[in-house]
């Protein structure tokens, strides 16, 4: 579908306008040398008899840039996979394919972000498709896998031999660690992951390659808190001999059918050599100066993606890599596993429980259809009036705003709240949806407003070179 054109370009950036209704994050796409060409909507504006405005970033940087005045049209996402982890915030299912997950992914987030509870959402997954797997549990966390299927063996030790029987048998292995000091964990750790190793490469040689002669099936090792195993600095009580194991298995791994799933709370912490291997990434909520400086490097994480990550709910994360076409905004799926560990401490204590406050509109909803039918023409928007359609809800970041359903907030009004003193923000991620906040905005936001980008000189495409 034709969704607008190109009115400027620089470098992997440019302007455009824009004939259909859009939001911020939408993925495009133009066409040259007779390829479609992904880009990503970055910001959106109303401009005074000029409509619907916005910029937008290419994600392809070999790709030849579009011309001024080439079209833009609407990519329709479609998700081909094996394993369906969540949806998309417009209620897409993502589907993962296994193939990527053999050259390595990284998991990233702050603690009780969501990496776990991700993780378990993957091996649920292996475990309906029959992908044999290995879970390194530091923590103690996968342990009840075995409820879900009993094709998953929760174990604290094993003899190589067995491992491999069941890895045969496609099952996944979970071994529990928890309660073990750190260095008895790297020193199982490196015995697994160096007999494993070991074995595949024996395979592989011993088959000359023919993948029909193969003793042993590809297989994916799930390590928790992998900066324990492979740290950027080794401490003396650490084994080194896991930490060069890990790096060994992140570089030759992949093509002996082994591949990584590794999880870190702080990027800087887990070896250079680990995470450098690893062409996918699903990153939770982060915040940290360093660990944002690390996803920065990465080739397949784009600035945009970056802004994003640091206003991430809980439970959602952006996939980006060789897992998914385009970066992508991912909001997990529950778990069918029961939770291994409980985290309503208040409960523990014996405190009264609060009833959970979620951001959703609760009015009548043909009421509100009702009233905001209304045109500007008919009865003038301003801040008053929405207030007396909308409570004011205090949400986390943006403070106290009124919440407006994206299907009733119509695309002129954002200028026109915006002259009256107001800030218009697109959010979404909210458990209701997708919806637009509204605020007065603060004096330092009055003084410091930044204009959108002036595209009035732009009268013939040969105005750019």
């Not at 650490?238 to 990584?260: E, H, Q, S, W």
């Not at 080739?299 to 439970?315: A, E, H, M, V, W």
């Not at 596993?337 to 014996?350: H, S």
């Not at 008919?378 to 359609?389: A, F, V």
Request: proline letters at 5%.
């Amino acid at each position: 579908m034709l969704v607008g054109r190109v009115l400027l370009v620089q470098g992997l950036s440019g302007q455009a306008e824009y004939t259909e209704k859009l939001s911020v994050g939408d993925f495009l796409y133009y066409q040259t040398d007779n390829k479609k060409v992904i880009c990503q909507v970055t910001s959106l504006s109303v401009l005074p008899l000029k409509g619907l405005h916005g910029t937008f970033k290419i994600l392809d940087s070999v790709a030849n840039p579009p011309k001024v005045w080439d079209n833009l049209y609407l990519f329709q996402r479609e998700f081909e996979g094996h394993l369906t982890v969540g949806v998309t915030a417009k209620g897409e299912p993502v589907k993962f394919r296994v193939n990527p997950f053999f050259r390595h992914v990284l998991v990233g987030g702050k603690t009780t972000a969501g990496k776990t509870h991700l993780q378990i959402v993957i091996h649920e997954e292996f475990l309906d498709c029959g992908v044999p797997s290995i879970v390194i549990d530091t923590q103690g966390e996968f342990i009840h896998l075995n409820q879900f299927n009993s094709a998953a063996i929760v174990v604290e030790d094993m003899r190589f031999s067995d491992l491999l029987s069941h890895l045969r048998a496609k099952h996944t292995v979970v071994f529990n660690l928890q309660g073990l000091s750190n260095q008895s964990k790297t020193r199982l750790c490196y015995e697994i992951l160096s007999e494993l190793l070991t074995a595949k490469e024996r395979d592989y040689k011993e088959a000359e390659n023919d993948l029909r002669l193969l003793q042993i099936p590809p297989v994916i090792v799930d390590i928790d808190e992998t900066e324990i195993y492979a740290p950027e600095r080794t401490r003396r009580s650490m084994n080194k001999d896991c930490r060069d194991t890990l790096i060994d298995v992140a570089k030759r791994g992949g093509k002996v059918g082994l591949g990584l799933i590794v999880n870190s709370q702080r990027m800087p912490g887990l070896h250079y050599d680990v995470r450098s291997q690893c062409n996918s990434a699903l990153i939770f909520h982060i915040t940290d100066t360093g660990s944002r400086t690390v996803l920065s490097q990465l080739p397949y994480i784009t600035s945009f993606d970056l802004n994003r990550i640091k206003d991430l709910p809980q439970g959602q994360c952006i996939a980006t890599g060789e897992l998914v076409p385009h970066p992508l905004h991912i909001l997990v799926r529950d778990i069918k596993t029961p939770r291994a560990k409980n985290l309503d401490f208040e409960g523990m204590l014996g405190l009264p429980q609060i009833p959970k406050q979620e951001l959703t509109v609760t009015d009548n909803e043909k009421e509100l259809e009702k009233a905001l039918s209304l045109t500007k023409d008919e009865k003038g928007i301003s801040y008053k009036y929405l207030r007396s359609l909308y409570p004011i809800r205090k949400v986390p970041i943006h403070g106290e705003c009124i919440v407006i359903p994206e299907r009733y907030f119509k695309p002129d009004w954002k200028n026109t709240l915006e002259i009256q003193g107001c800030k218009v923000i697109h959010c979404l991620d909210m458990p209701g949806g997708s919806v637009y906040l509204v605020r007065k905005k603060t004096a330092k936001e009055n003084t410091t407003e930044i204009q959108f980008p002036q595209t009035s000189t732009l009268i013939r495409g040969d105005a750019i070179q």
